[in-house]
């Protein structure tokens, strides 16, 4: 048999009944078609793969964020019982009038300063009562999974192991847990310090690195000349893209941190006490965030505005305009949409470093909201760090729900950031 | 008070990309009020040619030219000009259309605006938009978009958006390549409207267009040599060009024998 006949065989085999193939006898279609088909299941099963793996980080994230726990009571609150009514019963005059003669006078007066006990709902001085007086500990904990599972299980062994004690099914991430700061019990900690460490860097990060990368990228393409200096410059912006991040924070701690202590510590504009004066701030740390994703930042805006097709730089010359004129009127319009999604990129990264932050200085032992770019700070992710450290497994579950709002803080960024890039996206 | 009837004179022209010679000593003088034709076969430097009329060139990187090119009797290529200043009184039109992306109205405002255009603007767009015998096709529509008209019709806009800057000199590079036997024919006359007030050059591929519009014809050829530069072979009123040429690589491009 010839190679030719051998050819149309294999084609008559790979047809399906009802087929009609128009095909020359020397047609290797149907060895391109398999050849495209295999890479076509390559490509959908990588896909898959990434699919999978992202479902199983956020499964495990969600069994961590709810479940059963085991609380007890330091001082049990039948103790607290009026007249044979239990706390949960009782009025909120009840229930104020407990606070004052359990608390200090001094403790009591400042909760009365921080929101009168009138403002106060009754709910609101019931979870008083129960933080200060009752003060619950975790003794143990299950995620979610197992809770749904196994809870027969869960409820005879807490019965059996921790009697008198509450077993409740509770979500680690709730309204008080991101409203209420850092505390020693995981009970009542909270991450509002660190998600306004987080915003407050942001910013800082973006107002530095977004002018001057797309400053830088304006420069680079549409004023620099193509000499050997120019591309060096290229070449290293490129190359500082891949350094690790840990070194942007060395970088950050000997130049913002140390050498420029008197400016990021807020010295300079006499709002600290030099003597005292330290550079570890929330100002440096967004510097150096800033210095992070600057390379992105340049490299993206620049590939959006060489997207801008010459013919608009043409017909912008063309007309006599100057080279501001065209950048400012023809070139960034039309490349703006293109440096956003960039930006957005590259600040969606930053949110979430760890490293650079704890080389800068973050401290995990704060409990005093960042109140200018020159306070000490902390972050999401140090906090997530620092937590998933602790060996108690409460920490890990409170560290779940932190990585759930800090997901949440990251998509809620990015959408802002798609909504600006579709109104400035081109109307024409 | 004499009139200086040329617009432009050229001496000794050399334009080069990088090593490169383009186009070779290139001596002729365009006369003002006048269209005038560059032809030639593909790849012989026309678009070069035009494109040093107003320095536009200088966008290619690592061009230059030796020789110089006089607009009323000054050097363009002087230290002291300044080129933008060169292109805002000699305009030039693209082969291709290429309206901003932005509403009708925009792209010829934009124009006159980066110039410091003080007075009515509506009516400066109109008088550009009759001038490129556009206003009637987009008077309900100017703020729609550039990109959104035919391509006769975007190119029309870019001839409006030229004039808006009320410059002396318009420069074509095949302005109707890309359009339509109507839509060129529309172009042709808008010229021949054009030349009462503007010096027109105008490169195109097509010698009946040559013909027609144009008063007089530079013809551009390979020069033959090692370095295959172009340069213009000849230069004279177009009727003569196309009836009684002197050089016989004319006669035969014009009758169509080339090649
Ligand atoms: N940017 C450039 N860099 C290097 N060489 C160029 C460049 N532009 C044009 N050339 C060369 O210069 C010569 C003349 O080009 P030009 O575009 O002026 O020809 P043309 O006569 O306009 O051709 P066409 O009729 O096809 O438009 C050609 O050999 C071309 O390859
Ligand atoms: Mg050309």
């Known amino acids: 048999m010839t190679a030719k006949e051998n050819r149309k065989k294999r084609i008559e085999s790979s047809m399906r009944p009802g087929d009609t193939v128009l095909y020359s006898p020397l047609s290797n279609l149907s060895a391109r078609n398999r050849l495209g088909r295999t890479w076509q299941l390559v490509f959908l099963s990588s896909t898959i793969i990434g699919i999978l793996a992202l479902t199983a980080l956020l499964l495990n994230i969600l069994d961590r964020s709810f479940g059963y726990v085991v609380l007890h009571a330091k001082v049990d609150p039948a103790t607290f019982a009026v007249d044979g009514l239990p706390l949960e019963e009782q009025t909120k005059d009840q229930l104020v009038s407990l606070l004052e003669t359990e608390l200090s006078s001094g403790a009591f007066n400042k909760l009365n300063n921080e929101k009168s006990f009138e403002e106060r709902s009754r709910a609101e001085v019931y979870a008083l009562v129960i933080e200060r007086l009752v003060k619950y500990e975790v003794e143990e904990t299950w995620p979610l999974f197992e809770s749904i599972t196994n809870s027969g299980e869960i409820k005879a062994y807490a019965a059996q192991e921790y009697p008198g004690d509450k077993l409740t099914f509770i979500s680690w991430l709730t309204a008080d847990f991101i409203s209420r700061p850092q505390s020693s019990e995981a009970v009542t900690a909270g991450i509002r310090t660190a998600i306004l460490g987080s915003l407050w860097t942001i910013l800082i990060t973006i107002l530095f690195a977004f002018p001057m990368g797309v400053g830088a990228a304006i420069y680079l393409e549409e004023y620099a000349a193509d000499n050997w200096m120019n591309r060096v410059i290229r070449t290293n912006i490129n190359n500082l893209a891949g350094v690790p991040s840990i070194i942007y924070g060395i970088l950050g701690l000997a130049i913002f941190v140390r050498v420029l202590e008197k400016l990021t510590s807020g010295a300079v504009f006499g709002l600290v006490d030099p003597t005292t004066a330290n550079g570890r701030t929330i100002l440096s740390a967004g510097l150096t965030l800033g210095l992070l994703v600057l390379p992105v930042i340049i490299i993206n805006a620049q590939e959006a505005i060489r997207a801008v097709p010459q013919s608009l730089r043409k017909a912008s010359y063309g007309l006599g305009a100057t080279r501001w004129q065209t950048v400012w009127s023809h070139v960034l319009p039309n490349a703006l949409p293109g440096i956003l999604t960039g930006t957005i990129l590259a600040i969606s990264r930053a949110i979430g470093e760890t490293a650079p932050l704890v080389v800068v200085g973050a401290s995990t032992a704060i409990s005093m909201d960042p109140s200018s770019p020159f306070s000490k700070f902390t972050a999401l992710p140090i906090q997530i760090y620092q937590w998933t450290a602790r060996p108690q497994e409460e920490w890990r579950h409170l560290a779940a729900a932190a990585i759930v709002v800090l997901l949440a803080l990251l998509l809620s960024l990015n959408a802002a950031a798609i909504f600006l890039r579709n109104r400035f996206a081109r109307k024409y | ?259």
């Open chain 2, 1 to 259: 008070m004499t009139e200086i009837n040329y617009v432009f004179e050229t001496h000794g022209l050399n334009i080069f990309y990088g090593n490169f010679l383009a186009v070779a000593d290139v001596n002729i003088n365009i006369p003002r009020h006048k269209i005038t034709a560059i032809i030639g076969p593909s790849g012989c430097g026309k678009s070069t040619l035009l494109r040093a009329f107003n320095r536009m060139n200088e966008l290619v990187p690592d061009t230059h030219i030796h020789g110089e090119v006089l607009f009323e009797g000054q050097n363009l290529y002087e230290k002291s000009v300044d080129p933008v200043e060169v292109r805002y009184r000699i305009g030039m039109v693209f082969q291709k259309p290429n309206p901003f992306p932005k509403s009708i109205y925009e792209n010829v405002a934009w124009a006159a605006r980066i110039h410091g255009h003080k007075g009515n603007m509506d009516e400066l767009v109109e008088s550009s938009l009759r001038q490129a015998a556009l206003w009637d096709e987009v008077k309900d529509i100017l703020h729609s978009s550039g990109l959104a008209i035919s391509g006769g019709q975007q190119q029309r806009l870019c001839i409006a958006r030229a004039i808006a800057v009320k410059p002396e000199v318009i420069l074509m590079d095949e302005p109707a390549s890309a359009l339509d036997p109507i839509a060129t024919l529309k172009i042709e006359e808008l010229m021949q409207e054009l030349k009462q007030k503007y010096t027109i050059v105008i490169v195109t591929h097509n010698m009946q267009q040559a013909a027609r519009v144009s008063d007089h014809t530079a013809m551009m050829m390979l020069n033959g040599g090692a370095t295959r530069s172009g340069t213009v072979i000849e230069f004279d009123e177009t009727n003569k060009i196309f009836t009684r040429p002197t050089d016989k690589r004319t006669e035969d491009y014009v009758t169509g024998r080339f090649g």
